[in-house]
């Protein structure tokens, strides 16, 4: 049996090995998604005022932490009893949506677009966007312009743009000026004619260039799938109900934050240190995909998938054509890429509903009225998916216990199913060149997961591995690259 | 001239925070007379590349697990020289800092800053959960002050 390990990783945070075992054939017996994890973040909370909880959990991750932030926020708003004043609300909304622009950006110029407008089969060395900034160097000096437009926003609202400070129980600590809001809306407007190209050059130019790859059954799972809800099942990244679709699109299961732990699970394997978290109610059934297995999909698929319709109009329009192209519920995991670029649109649309309306600039930013509860669960949509916080407090405020249910994590059995279905499917014979391993790389990039959240890891802290065995055990082949 | 001091490192995670210890430390010893801007920063990569435009000279300050030649605080001149290396800076959510850097000097060569030093520290441990820095580091905090101020003490 040969064991082939490969090093997608190297452009993820955090550390992971994938590990593919051949038989004396060259055919895949197995593949293994296998992350090393820190464990131990949940009991450092212990102890500490939770009013401390949003400014903390920001380093738990150097990718996301706008999202515990906001996450973190809510929960704390809720231990307090506190509902956050409407103006409160539209702020943190305005820098969600910032985010979710900066971490897409990311994700969508710096990994997914290289791999598409060079080509996947290209050697490493050309399969990044420093080999596309050789070639096409405006392209990339535009991308970084509309990167400081994001990260503004961001500052202006955060008061930092990579670790936010701007929660506090019941609303924010700072308003914006009529200045301000001025400036956050040119950035935006700015950003949406970017993406507008962008989007014409998916659908026009990508889309077509890599039909086969992107529609192949490779990258296709039927699972479930969760994200939040607004009003009327809309797109929503800060707020709403939870809601679960099956493998045909239809409503299995809906809920409040706060009942999450009577649907979600999460199992522990003996060859990963991450959790594989899946649908209680459904159950546990492997590494499978189909209406009989509990696993489900999170992030920017996810979301497409539980919505009915997007509040906008430029990014409904794109989300029509997005349906039109992958069904609904689309299964094609290479639509992760494409329901960024919409998400994107969103954002931008969202943040210029916002930053002009009338109340926007208004200094009623803090509701200090509440009876404190001292438990409270937050759940906000980070960009790879639902993100749950949950503490608990004494009668003094200070955490007794800490609750954390990641986006990666959750997505982690379908990441897991992914590449081995990839595997099975590109590698025969034994034979693995530079284009397959890409391909099975391109299998979980498409999920874009943080490793560094999942294991409650830090950026930065873990060394990348790739690894290859042969049937009788033996490395045949490694690749190390970068951590700490 | 421009000269940025960045503290890399995480305020939560032990020996980790060293970078970040230093950079604050500095900051308060400058006052704010001195030209010189001090800030810390979690993470690498492209952002970090980033937070580094516009500046004439940059000193990155980061932790390592291991140095290789042994010493407790070693200055890289040339940042090419660690890459692939063993330092934080190596952001692996979208690419290492010095491709991230390579690419910014394509699309803005008149912000790239024409120097950079990295400040590496030899913390001799994993990092682990903690607001506080292990003892046995202490010293080495302030080697590294030391070499930090003597750079700057010009600006």
Redesign the interface.
Known sequence: MKVIKIDP???????ARISILLDDNGKVKDAFFQVME?R??E??CRGRPVEEMPR?VT?IC??CPWAHHMASGKTVDAVFGREPTETAKKIREIGYCAHMLDSHT??FY??AVPDLLVSPDAERGQR???YL??IA?EV??EI?RQ??NI?KIETIIGGKS??PVCNVPGGVSKGLSEEEAKEIEEYAKDTLKFLDIWLEKWEKEILTKYEDLIYSDVYHQETYYMGIVGDGNTLNFYDGDIRVVDQRGKEVFRFKPEDYLNYISERVEEWSYTKFPYLKPIGWKGLVDGPDSGIYRVGPLGRLNVIDKISTEKAQEAYKRYIEAGGKPTHFSMFYHWARIIEMIYSCERILELITDEDITSKDTVNYDGDFVGEGVGVVEAPRGILYHHYKTDEKGLVEMANLIIPTTQNNPSISLEIKKAAQKLISNGEISEGILNRIEMAFRAYDP???CSTHS????LP?IVTVYDSNGALIKEIR???? | MRTLVVGIGNPILGSDSIGIRVANRIKKMLGKANGVEVTEFVGGGIKLAETILGYDRVILIDCVNNLGNGEDVMVVDNYNEIKGGDTGIFDAHDMDFITALEILKRACPEKTPKEIKIIAINCKSSPTFSENLPPHLYETLNKAINVVMEMIKND
């Open positions: 990783i190297t452009r993820l945070e955090g550390e820190f131990g973040f009991r450092f903390i380093r150097g990718v990311v994700h710096f990994l990044n966007v420093a900034g050789k160097p990339v000096k970084l990167r400081r990260t990579i670790h943080c490793l560094a830090l950026p930065g802290g990348l690259r970068g951590g700490k």
